[in-house]
C-alpha cells in the first residue's frame, strides 16, 4: 500500500451492531488507482432497481445499517460506498488530497466502473451535496431519488446559520470525537452503536477527512463545486422526471427543515415531506420507518 494512505486495522470493524454485511473492496478506481474503496453490496445483483446509498460525514456506510435490509428485503440491489478517507475505505494520509471534485469524481467512477443502472440515489448530507450533482452527467442511470437532510451549496446563496456554526466549532476539533458527536445527532443509539462510528479513526491522523469536509462546502461563486452544483439546481428544477421521495429530520440545526423547505421547492415534481418528528440531522438511524414509507410511495 502507498505511504499516502492509511488503512485503518480490520479488527476495530469486528461485531458492529447491525452490521453484518460482506465488505466488498475495489482498487482500480479510475482517477485513484491503488486506493482501495469499500463498499456494501446486498439483495440480487439480477434486481431490477438498484438503491445506491450516500454518506455524509463523519458517518460512512454504517449508517444505512437500518435502511439496507429493508430494501433488500424488498427485492431491490443495495449498494453503499464509504468515500476515500471514510469507514473501510483508505484514507490518503495528505489531508488537502479531499476537494469537492476528488469525491466527486470518485463517485462517478464507482458508478461506472460497477455499470450501475435504475438507481434511486438515497443521500444524506454530503451524499446529497455531492450525489445531486450526478444524475445530469450519468444520463439514464438515475430513475429515482430518496433525499433526506442535505443541501446543494451553489456558492450564489449564503450557507445556513446553523452549517456555518457547525464548521466554526469543527474548526477547533483537530481531534474530533466521532462517538461524543453522534450521542447529540443521534441520541437513541447505544454506546456500541457510538463506538461503531468512530470505528474508522483509531487516531487524529486518519481523521484528514474530518477535518476537510467542513471547509470545502461551496460558499463562493468561484469555490470547488459551486459551478456544478449550479447545474444540477437547474438540472433537478427543469429536467428531472423520475419520483421523489424526501424525509426530513426535524430536530436538525444544520440541515433541517427551512433547507429541505429550499430543496423540494427546486426539485421538479417533489412531494411533501415525510417528517420524522425526534430525527435530528443522521436521519438515516430513523431509517428503518423512511425505507418502508419510500417504497410505500414508488409503488
Known amino acids: 500500500m502507498s ?18 454485511f460482506e465488505p466488498n473492496y475495489l482498487e482500480d478506481i479510475v482517477g485513484i488507482e491503488g486506493t482501495r474503496l469499500h463498499y456494501v453490496d446486498e439483495g440480487s445483483a439480477d434486481a431490477k432497481d438498484l438503491f445506491l446509498c450516500l454518506h455524509g ?8 445499517r437500518k435502511m439496507i435490509p429493508v430494501f433488500a428485503a424488498a427485492g431491490r440491489r443495495v449498494v453503499a460506498p464509504d468515500l476515500p478517507g ?15 471534485s476528488y469525491h466527486r469524481d470518485v463517485l462517478r467512477a464507482f458508478i461506472e466502473r460497477l455499470d450501475l443502472k435504475n438507481i434511486t440515489l438515497v443521500c444524506q448530507d454530503w451524499g446529497g451535496l455531492l450525489g445531486l450533482t450526478l444524475p445530469m452527467d450519468l444520463p439514464g442511470r438515475f430513475t429515482r431519488l430518496l433525499v433526506m437532510n442535505t443541501a446543494l451549496t451553489t456558492g450564489d446563496e449564503p450557507l445556513s446559520k ?8 469543527s474548526n477547533t476539533q483537530d481531534d474530533l470525537h466521532v462517538p461524543k458527536l453522534f450521542t447529540r445527532m443521534a441520541p437513541h443509539l447505544s454506546q456500541a452503536e457510538y463506538d461503531a462510528y468512530g470505528a474508522p479513526f483509531p487516531d487524529k491522523t486518519y481523521k484528514g477527512v474530518l477535518r476537510r469536509f467542513p471547509n470545502i462546502v461551496p460558499e463562493k461563486p468561484d469555490d470547488d463545486g459551486a459551478a456544478v452544483s449550479r447545474q444540477a439546481r437547474a438540472f433537478w428544477k427543469n429536467d428531472w422526471s423520475g419520483e421523489t421521495f424526501m424525509a426530513v429530520g426535524m430536530q436538525d440545526p444544520v440541515m433541517g427543515p427551512a433547507t429541505m423547505n429550499k430543496l423540494q421547492a427546486l426539485i421538479r415534481n417533489c412531494p411533501p415531506a ?26
Open 57 to 64: 460525514n463523519p458517518s460512512w456506510s454504517y449508517l444505512y
Open 3 to 20: 505511504p499516502n494512505l492509511l488503512r485503518t486495522p480490520e479488527e476495530r470493524f469486528t461485531d458492529l451492531p447491525g452490521y453484518p
Open 162 to 169: 446553523g452549517f456555518v456554526a457547525w464548521r466554526d466549532w
Open 274 to 299: 415525510y417528517e420524522i418528528a425526534d430525527g435530528g440531522h443522521m436521519v438515516p438511524e430513523w431509517g428503518e420507518e423512511i425505507a418502508k414509507k419510500a417504497l410505500a410511495a414508488f409503488g
Open 86 to 100: 471514510f469507514g473501510k475505505s483508505d484514507k490518503p494520509a495528505d489531508d488537502a488530497v479531499h476537494t469537492f
